[in-house]
């Protein structure tokens, strides 16, 4: 039963074009997160949400788009990807519990860009 | 800024052969320190939170430390299993980073048997 699933596993597709990553989390927690994990493999936060409501907005360019519609799910929408963009996406979810809340991940979308 | 320094960036250890990995950290305010595991081609998976200095925690032949500047994971006898990359993340007492996670660049460990 995984607790946060994402979709697709692998992206490959030409620059210029827009593609989104799903997420999903059945734990009931009520923050979600997307990450960024580059070839060196730094894991870097980009967005995230509490309550379907934006909390977290990193240095990202506008291209990239999160949109939570509940709770449960968390999408991310890329218009005119790049070459930079290549990477792997990782979601992710916690229940914030005085601000101490463990994050639980997805198993990432390897986004390559051509 | 927030900065985790993660050391070594690599390890080899043969099996059964003890020692630890080192997580030092920069924070204004210190919520929780997290360890986290991530094998090849997965997502990294939640090993240990510590909240103050001095306090330790244990799974298997892992062993997680914490002082004010730094952490330590001690992996005592390891096993080929064990190969992964090991994260160490902080979540800072800062009002604008409630939810926000710094993650440093990993150790990567291998056990050779």
């Known amino acids: 039963d995984t607790a946060v699933s994402q979709t697709p596993k692998y992206l490959v597709t030409q620059m210029g074009n827009d593609k989104s990553i799903k997420c999903e989390q059945n734990?009931?927690?009520?923050?979600m997160y997307w990450y960024k994990q580059d070839s060196k493999k730094f894991l870097k936060i980009m967005f995230s949400?509490?309550?379907?409501?934006?909390?977290i907005n990193e240095t990202v360019p506008n291209r990239f788009s999160p949109k939570s519609p509940d709770k449960a799910h968390l999408n991310l929408h890329i218009n005119s990807l790049e070459l930079g963009d290549s990477a792997v996406y990782f979601c992710?979810?916690?229940?914030?519990?005085?601000?101490?809340?463990?994050?639980?991940f997805g198993p990432g979308t390897r986004l390559t860009v051509l | 800024e927030d900065q985790v320094t993660q050391s070594p960036e690599a390890l080899r250890l043969q099996e059964g052969e003890s020692s630890s990995l080192n997580c030092s950290y920069t924070?204004?305010?210190?919520?929780?320190l997290f360890w986290y595991r991530q094998d090849p081609g997965k997502g990294p998976e939640f090993l240990f939170t510590?909240?103050?200095a001095g306090e330790e925690k244990e799974k298997e032949r892992l062993k997680a430390t914490l002082t004010k500047k730094e952490s330590f994971l001690h992996i005592t006898a390891p096993k080929p299993e064990d190969s992964a990359t090991y994260l160490c993340?902080?979540?800072?007492?800062?009002?604008?980073?409630?939810?926000?996670?710094?993650f440093g660049k990993g150790t990567l460990l291998t056990v050779n048997p």
């Open positions: 734990l009931g927690h009520d923050t």
């Open positions: 992710a979810s916690s229940q914030f519990v005085l601000g101490t809340g463990t994050q639980y």
């Open positions: 924070v204004s305010g210190l919520r929780g």
């Open positions: 993340a902080v979540h800072p007492n800062s009002g604008g980073s409630n939810y926000k996670l710094t």
């Open positions: 510590l909240y103050s």
């Open positions: 949400y509490n309550n379907k409501e934006l909390i």
